[in-house]
T-cell receptor
């Protein structure tokens, strides 16, 4: 069975601190896809990144970076120099692909960035 | 800009009174999804359409129905809303096909049941 675990329910940091959100996944598939979504208080789920199982290259986008490690089944997300606008719930998700690409979500991590 | 639109953003209905939520997309995507998200929980997939093919999740109550009259529009009908159906309803789309595609979400409709 597929499963995504986000052990951190809530994280609170002060602006400009770095913060890492953890994501651990379980799957028996050899091909799979991992995602991060941001959900601000307005409610919309905003796509941040997709990573394929065969591509373990880490990625950096501005203040955001992602560390994908198949050996530990983890796909962690780091925000550098956090800002108040980063305050949101962050969801990690897993998919095996296929025609309909069903997403398995983690329970989310609420990040509060204090000014 | 290509996007996923949901109307209304906020919907208030009475216990047992049917309600319809709307989703439209300009992405020309093949797949449209409906999720239910209750407070402090992850989104839960209710069903999805691949083109005109409807796919219901096994644990979706019969109270929830969906229609997709064309590629651009998809509707969620709640036939007799109960207090437990109060939630955020999210529509998403993806291109579908080989491999996988990113799901793009609309802003959601927050449903209140009185």
């Amino acid at each position: 069975a597929q499963k995504v675990t986000q052990a951190q329910t809530e994280i609170s940091v002060v602006e400009k601190e770095d913060v890492t959100l953890d994501c651990v996944y379980e799957t028996r598939d050899t091909t799979y896809y991992l995602f991060w979504y941001k959900q601000p208080p307005s409610g919309e789920l905003v796509f941040l990144i997709r990573r394929n199982s065969f591509d373990e290259q880490n990625e950096i986008s501005g203040r955001y970076s992602w560390n994908f490690q198949k050996s530990t089944s983890s796909f962690n997300f780091t925000i550098t120099a956090s800002q108040v606008v980063d305050s949101a719930v962050y969801f990690c998700a897993l998919s095996s692909g296929g025609a309909t690409n069903k997403l398995i979500f983690g329970t989310g991590t609420l990040l509060a960035v204090q000014p | 800009d290509a996007m996923v639109i949901q109307n209304p953003r906020y919907q208030v209905t009475q216990f047992g009174k049917p309600v319809t939520l709307s989703c439209s997309q300009t992405l020309n995507h093949n797949v449209m999804y409906w999720y239910q998200q209750k407070s402090s929980q992850a989104p839960k997939l209710l069903f999805h359409y691949y083109d005109k093919d409807f796919n219901n999740e096994a644990d979706t109550p019969d109270n929830f129905q969906s229609r997709r009259p064309n590629t651009s529009f998809c509707f969620l009908d709640i036939r007799s809303p109960g207090l437990g159906d109060a939630a955020m309803y999210l529509c998403a789309t993806s291109r579908g096909g080989q491999g996988t595609d990113t799901q793009y979400f609309g802003p959601g409709t927050r449903l209140t049941v009185l």
